[in-house]
């Protein structure tokens, strides 16, 4: 009788600890892409994009970039990171690291429970701003949902809002004062993207 209670104690619980770990799994979903950086057809760095599911509605968004070029007259070197988190479909925060050959800097957007306090200072450009409306779609997103309902997204490294268009290629194309990027999909999934730069335009391409 003894052995039956104690046999039924250990089954009761590893039966626990397999349903946590389970419910453990199932609130930390995560979702990840890589991406090659290209000029002109040649690899200059990578990007990894991810998307992690928590508990309590909570949504985390993670960009690195990693770009070296070196071409005759133009040197460039970028550590890139951004993190937003995103709660019952808004944006709670996000920040923004860079680290270049140019220096380092950074941006900040948080929610204050009233409106959002948003900082940006990155290299020749600096954005002081409150916004007030909730911001319900980033650029991070753009990543893991094409924007098909949404006519801006919010780009955390400007601290401002990109206007979506479509184009006649069924791609999105993304403006920004004198910025433009252009996003594209194929059935659902982004797979490329497309930096428009008076020198050389860089391309962000699907790997996986």
Do not use: C
Not at 186 to 197: P, T
């Amino acid at each position: 009788m003894i052995n039956t209670k104690k046999a039924a104690r250990k089954l009761l619980a590893l039966t626990i600890l397999l349903l946590v770990t389970s419910l453990s799994v199932a609130q930390s979903l995560s979702e990840t892409h890589h991406y090659a950086i290209e000029v002109a057809g040649a690899r200059i760095g990578t990007m990894t994009a991810s998307r992690e599911s928590r508990a309590n509605n909570e949504v985390m968004f993670i960009q690195i970039s990693d770009v070296q070029v070196n071409f005759l007259v133009y040197k460039l070197k970028v550590y890139y990171k951004v993190v937003s988190l995103m709660k019952n479909g808004q944006l709670l925060r996000s920040t923004v690291e860079a680290h270049t050959n140019k220096g380092d800097f950074s941006s900040l957007t948080e929610w204050t429970g009233t409106h959002y306090d948003i900082r940006a200072d990155q290299y020749k450009y600096s954005r002081r701003a409150t916004e007030t409306r909730k911001i319900d779609f980033t650029v991070s997103m753009l990543y893991f949902s094409e924007p098909t309902s949404h006519q801006r997204a919010y780009a955390e490294y400007f601290g401002d809002y990109f206007t979506l268009t479509t184009t006649p290629r069924s791609s999105y194309r993304a403006q920004l004062a004198d910025r433009e990027d252009e996003y594209v999909y194929e059935q659902g999934r982004l797979v490329k993207v497309i930096k428009k730069n008076a020198l050389k335009n860089f391309v962000i391409r699907l790997l996986d």
